[in-house]
């Protein structure tokens, strides 16, 4: 424990249980008058825990890291913002700096009357998501063809921190999500923490506040197309001729939707997903 006052050597004493599967369905089908047609699904599913680590005692139990899974964050639960100092004054006092309103309310999650490092709480995923899925689907008929593709991801937090999110915090600036701060008149609908220059010891706290679901659900790939009959083409002679139409990333389904959630991993914002169009056309001489 680190009240010993000396340098701990890192050894390779832990133990890690990693579980999972990996499985693929594909239907093929034929039906009548040149119609076939195939669905196909696939699905990821990964999970570890820790099962054992050489831990430091603990006042309470759930401060423990061992049974949880790898990289299990612990964070603060935020419970809401200060309504006024009447609100503070019947709170749980907040050790980590004087609050105001407006101010993140946290949860005691040990019910001793305080708000410190004993209240951060097992809570949330990592960025890497325990379950991954895609579904696929494709059909023809009379020439025409469409392929369809959708891509998911689920069980995956994400924590949202860095100049993006924590406005004049460490030479940062203000971002666009700071437009739902919380002012006396945004008091019921305020989603960002009142803006200050000194509130960073409370209000940027590991939070569930900054805490992201980053599940998913994308339309990934379309892609439309024809073939023309050889009779059509004969004359002109080639021996196949395609036209298609194909777009990618045409709809994301998430809770998240500041940026794209497949590729965010919280330390500002990055660029959303290319929404790209193709048209085309195959020869083959």
Not at 2 to 8: F, N, V
Request: one cysteine or more.
């Amino acid at each position: 424990p680190d009240y010993l006052g000396i340098s701990r050597p890192d050894i390779n004493i832990g133990k890690v249980g990693n579980k999972g599967l990996e499985t693929s369905i594909r239907y093929n089908g034929i039906g009548k008058k040149d119609l076939t047609y195939f669905v196909e699904t696939s699905l990821w599913y990964a999970k570890n825990k820790v099962v054992y680590n050489a831990e430091a005692i603990q006042e309470n139990e759930y401060l423990y890291g061992t049974g949880r899974i790898v990289g299990q964050p612990f964070v603060l639960e935020a419970i809401g913002f200060f309504k006024d100092e009447d609100d503070i004054l019947k709170s749980p006092t907040q050790t980590f700096t004087d609050v105001r309103p407006g101010d993140i309310k946290y949860k005691d999650q040990n019910k001793d009357g305080k708000i410190d490092s004993n209240d951060y709480y097992p809570i949330g995923y990592t960025s890497m998501p325990q379950i991954t899925l895609g579904l696929h689907g494709g059909i023809t008929f009379k020439g025409f063809d469409m392929d369809i593709f959708f891509q998911g991801a689920a069980n995956r937090t994400v924590y949202c921190g860095g100049k993006y999110y924590h406005a004049f915090q460490n030479d940062a600036k203000v971002s666009s999500i700071a437009l739902g701060r919380w002012t006396p008149e945004t008091a019921e609908t305020a989603t960002y923490p009142r803006l200050s220059t000194s509130n960073g010891d409370n209000n940027f706290r590991n939070s569930t506040f900054w805490q992201k679901d980053m599940s998913y659900l994308r339309l990934k790939t379309v892609e439309i197309g024809y073939n023309f009959p050889s009779k059509w083409i004969d004359p002109i002679h080639i021996s196949g001729l395609r036209i298609y139409l194909s777009g990618v990333n045409l709809l994301t389904f998430s809770k998240f939707k500041l940026w794209d959630p497949e590729v965010l991993e919280g330390q500002g914002a990055n660029y959303p997903a290319n929404r790209i169009f193709n048209f085309g056309i195959n020869i083959n001489l």
